[in-house]
């Protein structure tokens, strides 16, 4: 007779510790319970990733269910075991009935994520009990701590468990009891325990595993050949001594007058299944943990490969009950050498936690990377290629993230990932595109009513986050038919406002005032004069309608908009920082404004989302790889973060400096994005770069390629990335936050706050208020004074800069300057001019001649616009800066309605500001104030520079 077949006469059940789709739909499984009467069948994420990763079977499965739409990794993954579990349920259905509900069953397990989670461990049981639908169902939960309450509750609801990782005799009576209790609590709540079925599953092989190891230890230390001898005959004998004394405890458990009141009521004993029952080593029987645990009302789940041996060379015998005095002895005999089984027990538990968290990792890769094939291309393609030490610190990095399970904990906002200070508080930013989806009428409600209201221009009124991203969108999408031109002012330069105001009509303008907190200066005297400008053209009754306002609940911005009837309120989301906003209604709106289809937009966003979410590990995470990389290269210098971005999608360089700049730059430490350089011969490079270069799948250029193809065989590191199209840009703002989370997270910083951009407002409250009650701003004296330009420093700056051969000329005093710049250094150029065409070209030959000649990262930067961008890391970040502020005399001031501070007077308070923290924190900085034309006076500010630099 089939040795398998006859365990049956043994009262033991024999379950198959294998599942993969194509064994169901060949008929395999059928075979094996026709033929050696197989009762149940066991899943784990090993078995699973096996089977999903390690063959094509589940590529048709993966894309058909990726046809109906996409969805995250972990939903991909659940979709396809629930199926699996239910045509292997199917299967199996006979025998449940046959057997009268006594077996027959199917386990699925609980993510083993949540092994110590005991109301997500009661969530998920009760989500997969219901998506799978069979009563042959057994939801597999560990017997941890926390598993166990979740144990009794799931049966107190009437849910079959399978309690896993099982080791110890006390745990299992702590198991038994739970379900016991589970049982009592259904019954009093009117419950049928006849449909309640449960196994404990007791590991085996591990065990010995350990045990074995633990004595040969042992052995080796020893030196009376006797005790070795004892020591040697305890090898292979513990996990069944173990085993057999766990079954006394089930007798007695299942037994008495308790148990007899259950039974009464339909109660069915919690049986004890025999896991991990394939024989690891080599030296004993590859039978040995099903031959020695053959006992009434037991089960044995078995690897395929046990199975066949089993039923090749198998003895069945009652073999559970016998010796047990020997067994007792086995474990007195342990206890004797000083090994302690609990301590043994207990650890195997937190390994076995983390084993099968291991293999749920090596699963939900294996679908990612299925997801990624099929999606071919819908979702922004990213390669990394890194240098030698780069590349071990990144794999060292994503070990240590995948272990520590860190991209869950951001996902459920654990600041312990960061400085373990507030930073949950600030994650809505991950939430922002699906919230932003439940919205989508709002929006498009809202386009609609743009369109009818003819507007032909819309201009944001905003700093910092509250622009950056909308001038993105500005600038990589076309004018929408039908909708307004999209503008962006983020400046108190008089001219640049008076260059914003000629390129619109006011009469036909909607004015989007984008303001968190309500109470930044520079929307609040731009919304102050375009409101004033606005009343003059169309009349003060009519004005408000022309006028929306993006704005936090409760601001003193939604205050104002109240009053003076603006045609919309929308409220951003407080656990959203500014610069984290672009998919919130800080950048969403203007983007309805213009005619954008959000919808499109939005769904490439939420697939960069469940690329990058909580489910998939950080090897296939383009988004945490992304951050690994920018932290580690970090941490190894390579500080400066290059970022070049095709003609296309030009502008998202912008948006991503103050992403990068103002997140990480604090503490003295922090990354200092470079944009807007283009790239050069390697040469022209130190040892402190990164590159990320990105691009539309549209723009080829061979001449920019081979550029990237020489920094890489220099030996430096270079990402690439290739976005489908422009309308992709939404996954790049997702893939650029979680990656700035994450480098924050490598680098030990908080990158959610900005302690140093509030230190430069208060400075400039401080002129400001002054000029209120004065009539003029405090009065400086320069260190040197010429007929084109004034030089301003504080007085360690300018000791420093005479030492080094300043004198009676502004090409000396820049020569001194520049003379201080060291490898590694950024040379940094902080205009506060108009930004425009030519002012932007003038200040990239100054930064490309610096470049060039230094061999230093340059940026090339207008403010106040920077203030609210940068200008964090250039106070906080690493004192490797070198300044030139750049400031001028306005050819015209613009009064700003309601206030005695004129624009002009506004942002020279504000350089100022600036410029006092930069030098109160010690930084190299030198301001240089340009005389007469500006024009003019930049062209000789080149000149001298070139000079200086000779």
């Known amino acids: 007779m089939n040795p398998v077949k006859a365990l049956e006469k043994h009262g033991q059940a024999i379950w198959l510790d294998f599942l993969a789709r194509g064994f169901i739909a060949k008929g395999d499984l059928k075979k094996l319970i026709e033929t050696d009467g197989v009762k149940g069948v066991t899943s784990n994420p090993s078995i699973f990733e096996k089977a999903i990763g390690a063959s094509d079977e589940y590529d048709g499965a993966i894309g058909e269910a990726l046809k109906k739409g996409d969805r995250s990794v972990g939903d991909l993954y659940e979709t396809l075991a629930v199926e699996d579990i239910q045509n292997a349920a199917d299967v199996l259905r006979p025998v449940y009935d046959k057997l009268e509900h006594r077996d027959g069953f199917v386990s699925l397990e609980v993510s083993p994520y949540l092994a110590l989670d005991t109301k997500g461990t009661l969530a998920e049981a009760e989500r997969l009990w219901r998506a799978v639908n069979r009563e042959n169902l057994m939801i597999k939960v560990p017997a941890t701590r926390e598993g166990l309450p979740a144990i009794k509750q799931l049966v107190s609801k009437g849910i079959s468990v399978n309690v896993t990782l099982l080791f110890s005799q006390k745990v299992y009576v702590q198991v038994a009891e739970a379900y016991i209790a589970g049982l009592e609590a259904l019954i009093a709540s009117g419950g049928d325990p006849a449909h309640v079925a449960s196994v404990a599953s007791f590991f085996i092989s591990r065990i010995d595993s350990a045990v074995d190891a633990a004595l040969d230890d042992k052995i080796a230390k020893a030196n009376d050949p006797s005790e070795k001898e004892r020591l040697e005959e305890l090898k292979g004998k513990v996990a069944i001594a173990n085993a057999k004394l766990a079954y006394q405890d089930y007798k007695r458990l299942f037994s008495g007058d308790r148990w007899a009141k259950l039974e009464a009521c339909g109660a069915k004993p919690q049986r004890l299944l025999w896991a991990s029952t394939g024989t690891k080593n080599k030296a004993y029987s590859d039978v040995m943990y099903i031959e020695e645990l053959i006992g009434q009302n037991t089960v044995n789940t078995v690897p395929p490969a046990t199975l066949d041996a089993f039923r090749d060379h198998g003895e069945p015998r009652n073999s559970l009950e016998k010796d047990l005095d020997e067994a007792r002895a086995v474990i007195k005999g342990l206890a004797s050498t000083g090994v302690s089984l609990d301590a043994i027990t207990d650890k195997l538990v937190t390994e076995g936690v983390q084993l099968f968290a291991d293999a749920f990792d090596k699963l939900l890769g294996a679908v990612a990377f299925k997801r990624e094939t099929v999606l071919a291309g819908r979702v922004g393609k990213q390669t990394l290629s890194l240098p030698g030490e780069l590349a071990n610190s990144v794999k060292q990095h994503t070990e240590v993230w995948r272990s520590a399970g860190k991209i869950r904990k951001i996902w459920s906002r654990d600041e312990s990932v960061w400085t373990d200070h507030d930073e949950g508080k600030w994650l809505g930013w991950l939430h922002a595109p699906s919230v932003a989806k439940t919205k989508l009428t709002e929006y498009q409600d809202f386009a609609k009513w743009v369109k009818s209201q003819g507007f032909t221009d819309a201009v944001v009124l905003g700093m910092g986050g509250s622009s950056l991203g909308p001038e993105v969108i500005a600038e990589t999408f076309p004018p929408q038919d039908g909708f307004p031109k999209l503008h962006v002012l983020d400046s108190t330069d008089p001219a640049q406002v008076r260059a914003l105001e000629a390129c619109v009509k006011l009469a036909s303008t909607l004015f989007i005032v984008s303001s968190k907190s309500g109470g930044t200066t520079e929307p609040n005297v731009m919304k102050a004069y375009f409101f004033a400008r606005v009343t003059e053209a169309i009349g003060a009754d009519q004005a408000g309608r022309h006028f929306v306002a993006v704005t936090d609940p409760g601001s003193s911005m939604e205050k104002v908009a109240t009053e003076q009837k603006f045609a919309k309120i929308f409220h951003g989301d407080p656990t959203i920082g500014g610069r984290y906003s672009v998919l919130s209604p800080f950048g969403l709106v203007p983007a309805a404004a ?187 004296t320069p260190a040197l004074s010429t007929a084109e330009a004034d030089l301003y420093t504080d007085a360690g700056n300018a000791a420093a800069l005479r030492k080094a051969g300043a004198d009676g000329t502004v090409a000396s005093w820049l020569k001194a300057h520049l003379s201080r710049v060291s490898a590694g250094d950024y040379v940094a150029l902080l205009a506060y001019i108009e930004r425009n065409a030519a002012h932007i070209e003038a200040l990239q030959d100054i930064r490309l001649k610096v470049r060039d000649q230094r061999k230093v990262a340059t940026c090339a930067e207008f403010g106040p616009r920077f203030l609210h961008s940068t200008g964090q890391a250039y106070k906080g970040g690493p004192d490797s800066g070198v300044f030139l502020q750049i400031t001028a005399d306005d050819a015209a001031d613009l009064p700003v309605p309601g206030q005695s501070a004129s624009f002009g007077v506004i942002k020279a308070a504000q350089a100022r500001g600036d410029f006092d923290v930069l030098t109160e924190r010690g930084r190299r900085a030198l301001r240089v104030h340009l005389k007469g034309d500006l024009g003019a006076g930049l062209k000789s500010l080149g000149t001298a520079i070139k000079q200086a630099l000779e």
């Open 594 to 780: 213009a005619g954008i289809d959000l919808a499109k937009l939005l769904d490439s966003a939420l697939a960069m989302v469940r690329s990058c979410g909580t489910d998939v590990p950080p090897q296939q995470n383009p988004a945490v790889q992304l951050g690994l990389v920018m932290g580690c290269a970090g941490l190894e210098g390579r500080d400066k973060v290059t970022i070049t971005s095709s003609k296309a999608i030009a502008d998202f360089g912008a948006w991503a400096e103050q992403l990068i700049a103002e997140s990480t730059g604090k503490e003295g430490k922090g990354l200092i994005p470079i944009d807007g350089e283009p790239l050069a011969d390697p040469s022209a490079y130190g040892n402190d770069r990164l590159f990320i270069d990105l691009r539309t799948e549209a723009e080829t250029d061979a001449a920019h390629e081979a550029k990237l193809a020489a920094l890489e065989a220099a030996g430096h590191p270079v990402v690439r990335i290739v976005l489908k199209s422009t309308e992709a840009i939404g996954q790049e703002f997702f893939r650029f936050e979680l990656a700035t989370a994450v480098a924050g997270a490598v680098l030990g910083i908080n990158p959610f706050d900005q302690p140093d951009v509030e230190s430069a407002k208060i400075k400039t409250r401080e002129l400001t208020a002054a000029f209120e009650k004065s009539g003029a701003l405090p009065a400086e």
